[in-house]
């Protein structure tokens, strides 16, 4: 078993920034990926940014590319979101996820989830 939580999520204003945090525990050896994913209200999951944990290779949604870096602490078992440029749309519940399988971008794709963190954008 895995245990994801995420925490970093808040209030900001538009242009504002964030981090988000994930600390992973439990089976977190020979993961495939760590991602992020959000949720909007009345809005379907997407997908946000991924890690490949070997070779730290990433991967961004077009929305978030140039706005948020997906990184991550070995030491600490930590995978984070920095947020920079927020705007008003990047308001969603954002969670963490791990895969132990092939792939990055699906939700079904992902094995174990974070039970999520908030992140509100005013304009």
């Known amino acids: 078993q895995v245990q994801l939580v995420e925490s970093g999520g808040g209030l900001v204003q538009a242009g504002g920034s964030l981090r988000l945090s994930c600390a992973a525990s439990?089976?977190?050896?020979?993961?495939?990926?760590m991602g992020w994913f959000r949720q909007a209200p009345g809005k379907e999951r997407e997908f946000v940014a991924a890690l490949i944990w070997s070779g730290a290779s990433t991967y961004y949604a077009d929305s978030v590319k140039g706005r948020f870096t997906i990184s991550r602490d070995n030491a600490k078992n930590t995978l984070y979101l920095q947020m920079h440029s927020l705007k008003p749309e990047d308001t969603a519940v954002y969670y963490c996820a791990a895969t132990y399988s092939v792939g990055y971008y699906y939700i079904d794709q992902y094995d174990y989830w974070g039970q999520g963190t908030q992140v509100t954008v005013s304009s």
């Open positions: 439990g089976r977190t050896f020979s993961r495939h990926a």
